[in-house]
């Protein structure tokens, strides 16, 4: 019973860091945040913080580190030949993911976000996209596939940042449809009744 005790500990106390961390970064860039700020906002001690990261920089690789895994995982579907997995069950999973680290996301994509992330997460989705896409479009080119990722992946961070704007209220399986559509449809998404 000790050990599940300090496992929920742990995650707690490594939520309220999370926490105040993305905070802290919504408000200046990371060269700007002291472990002491950060650990007053959280409520904990220096020596909590240094008993899970050695400064704000191993913090900040280890909370990008699991979003990418997670990431990773939630597209992984993609590179199976499995046909009962959609590609909308795809992009779900993805945005679930994208909900799951709204925090991350939101900080990311702000002013003082870490542009280097962003482009590993691009990059993380570029390489599963152009190996599946190749499966799917058997006629498209490399070159035709890496020019449609550009366009749809410029596109869902728009979508995103739209989502993150509205207080991610839409539900996730709606917005993961409305990512599909817009890719598969383009302009002729805007033509359809809501309820389809």
Request: hydrophobic share 35%; net charge neutral.
């Amino acid at each position: 019973m000790k050990k599940v005790t300090n496992d929920h500990r742990i995650r707690v106390t490594k939520l309220l860091i999370r926490k105040a961390f993305t905070s802290l970064l919504n408000q200046k860039p990371i060269q700007s945040i002291s472990v002491k700020e950060l650990c007053e906002l959280a409520g904990i001690n220096r020596g909590t913080f240094y008993s899970h990261y050695t400064d704000i920089y191993d913090l900040c690789d280890q909370i990008e580190a699991d979003m990418l895994r997670d990431l990773k995982d939630s597209m992984e579907p993609m590179l199976r030949k499995d046909t009962t997995v959609t590609p909308v069950k795809i992009t779900t999973e993805i945005f679930r993911c994208l909900k799951e680290n709204s925090d991350l996301c939101t900080v990311t994509l702000g002013k003082y976000g870490d542009k280097e992330f962003m482009m590993k997460l691009m990059n993380l989705g570029r390489e599963q996209c152009l190996e599946s896409y190749s499966h799917y479009f058997k006629k498209a080119s490399p070159r035709k596939i890496e020019y449609f990722y550009a366009f749809v992946s410029s596109g869902c961070i728009g979508l995103l940042r739209k989502w993150l704007a509205d207080g991610m209220v839409s539900p996730i399986e709606e917005i993961a449809k409305m990512a599909e559509k817009i890719m598969l449809s383009g302009v002729e998404f805007l033509q359809e009744d809501e309820a389809s």
